[in-house]
């Protein structure tokens, strides 16, 4: 048995799409697909011949449109998983903190990580943590819309740090270049929160972030709230 994994990326919206799969089985999920790359995912999807048993989404993003239902569509027999807090009607499966998927002998932890918003989800795959926008690679997610909340950001990321040292980071987006961290390097280098930074510290690092809002929150928001099954205009 061995682990089939396929970081896949999204230029415009700077956006990681995870593909895991079950050599054996070919059991598989995919964690935060988009739109604009789904052909991309269905062909790789098919071309290894796997079975997409869950479509995962850290959480419901403001900066693109998932292709949740349009993979679904696809692959009939796959379920739509999402934190339970998160406000959508399509989810096939709405996931409680530690609760497990299996996929072939693989199994999937969830993990409840709000902050960057109130429905965000981590999902831990043997010693990987897929973080969304909550624990980004030296840096994590604003909190100034969707039910953000930097004090709880702060929460959350502390109980991704309880993870071993040598768990890898894998986040939703990454804006430099780079493509995977790990508990220990942001512990000691996350310019937000490593080097031991305290709750008070943390939050005012964050309320001083200056950045416009994602141009396609007004259509992103609402149409993954359907899961992607349609976009609605502003």
């Known amino acids: 048995m061995s682990l089939i ?14 593909l895991l799969a079950d ?3 070919k059991e598989a999920i995919i964690i935060d697909a988009v739109d604009e790359t789904q052909q991309r995912d269905i062909g790789l999807i098919e071309e290894l011949g796997l079975n997409l048993k869950y479509i995962i989404e850290t959480h419901v993003h403001a900066d693109h449109i998932t292709s949740s239902c349009p993979l679904k569509q696809k692959f009939v027999n796959a379920q739509i998983v999402l934190g339970e807090t998160n406000p959508v009607a399509c989810a096939d499966v709405l996931i409680k903190d530690q609760e497990v998927l299996e996929f072939g002998d693989y199994q999937m932890t969830a993990m409840t990580t709000p902050g960057h918003t109130d429905g965000c989800m981590s999902y ?8 969304g926008d909550a624990l980004l690679i030296r840096s994590c997610g604003r909190c100034d819309f969707q039910g953000g909340s930097a004090d709880k950001l702060f929460d959350s990321i502390q109980k991704i740090f309880t993870l071993p040292d040598e768990t890898y ?4 987006h990454d804006y430099g270049g780079r493509t995977v961290s790990s508990i220990w390097e942001e512990k000691a280098f996350n310019e937000m929160i490593g ?8 939050i005012r690092r964050v309320d001083a972030m200056e950045l416009s809002l994602p ?5 992103a928001v609402p149409a993954n709230q359907v899961c992607g099954s349609k976009i609605i205009s502003e």
């Open 5 to 18: 994994f396929k970081p896949l990326f999204e230029k415009e919206s700077s956006t990681y799409t995870y």
């Open 195 to 202: 080097g031991g930074v305290g709750k008070a510290e943390f």
């Open 169 to 172: 980071v894998y986040p939703a």
């Open 23 to 25: 050599s054996n089985t």
């Open 124 to 131: 831990v795959v043997d010693d990987k943590v897929f973080t």
């Open 215 to 219: 141009a396609k929150i007004h259509v």
